[in-house]
């Protein structure tokens, strides 16, 4: 036997004691960000009844008001008519006003302010905050000062000082609702610029000579955006509360209805007229209920560490 043949025949035992192992390559498919924020969100069935409780209330009042023409302001029956009324399904408010067209005319006005007052929390939250984090230094400490400032403010009061100061009207009430509820998001996202700033593809940014702007607005605020929305859409709910609080001490537009103005004006005649209070606190429950839930699912949705849990 040859030394070839040796080597060939030492070749194939050790290929044949050798086990055999078949490499197989899984094809990962990377999921958009914002598709697996959706899916983890329909996963969350609490999150989906607010939704849906939301999509409903929102039908009520832009919808219905097309079909349900009564103005809210009329006097139509009797009043302190109980619900079941022939002309006031809802039952009438202490002057014969119909309580479900203040329902159904009323809610466009409550989730006006609450948007408008959510948005104006969050530019100036935003502005503040990010600003704050990203510059670091003397900047952090005055605009962090100035914030401090407001929070210790008692909101409620500054809140009806400033709508005291003008005439009371939609726009003055969720003026005075946003200038007194930004810190929060202030200080959220000076936290999240803060954690941000320090990561490498900041740097990156920085290397090709990026501008602070386009590195603020650019790179690092669509990477903090996730407790942001999240901390915007709760702040819906509160403004909406704040927004009741207000009409319930007479801070409000009185030629504008609300679901605010309809518990504040027939808040004497709770004892007599439960309808008259109850039913547009329902309301009002119902969307801030439905608006907390769609947060949390948002939260869940979009924090990785709560996915699974």
């Known amino acids: 036997m040859g030394r070839n043949d040796m080597s060939e025949q030492a070749n194939s035992q050790i290929q044949a004691a050798s ?17 697996e924020a959706a899916r983890m969100f329909a996963r969350n069935k609490a999150a989906v009844g607010g939704l849906i409780l939301l999509v409903g209330i929102l039908i009520l009042t ?72 990203y510059y670091g230094g003397w900047v952090d ?19 009806m000082v400033i709508v005291a100061l003008f005439r009371p009207s939609v726009a003055t009430v969720a003026f005075a609702i946003g200038v007194v509820s930004w810190t929060a998001v202030a200080r959220l996202a000076r936290s999240e610029f803060l954690r941000i700033r320090s990561l490498d593809y900041i740097k990156a940014a920085r290397s090709i000579s990026s501008s602070n702007r386009r590195i603020i607005w650019l790179v690092i605020l669509p990477n903090a955006m996730p407790p942001l929305v999240v901390q915007a859409t709760l702040a819906v709910g509160g403004a909406i509360l704040f927004e009741a609080g207000l009409s319930f001490l007479g801070l409000s537009d009185p030629n504008v209805m609300s679901w605010g103005f309809m518990i504040g004006s027939s808040r004497d005649y709770l004892m007599d007229a439960w309808w008259t209070v109850t039913i547009p606190g329902i309301f009002i429950f119902l969307t801030v209920l439905s608006v907390s839930l769609i947060g949390d699912g948002l939260n869940d949705a979009t924090n990785p560490k709560l996915r699974e849990r």
Do not use: C, K
């Open 19 to 35: 086990p055999s192992f078949e490499t197989e390559v899984d094809i990962l498919t990377i999921e958009h960000p914002l598709r």
């Open 62 to 133: 832009l919808v219905v008001p097309f079909f349900y023409t009564v103005d809210p302001f009329d006097l139509v029956w009797a009043p302190l008519s109980p619900p079941g009324t022939e002309n006031a399904p809802f039952g009438t408010d202490y002057l014969g006003r119909d309580i479900l067209a203040g329902i159904v005319h009323g809610g466009s006005a409550t989730l006006a302010v609450g948007a408008s007052a959510a948005l104006l929390a969050v530019v100036i939250g935003l502005s503040v905050g990010s600003l704050a984090g």
């Open 141 to 159: 400490e005055v605009l962090m000062r100035i914030t401090e400032f407001f929070q210790v403010l008692p909101t409620l009061l500054f809140a």
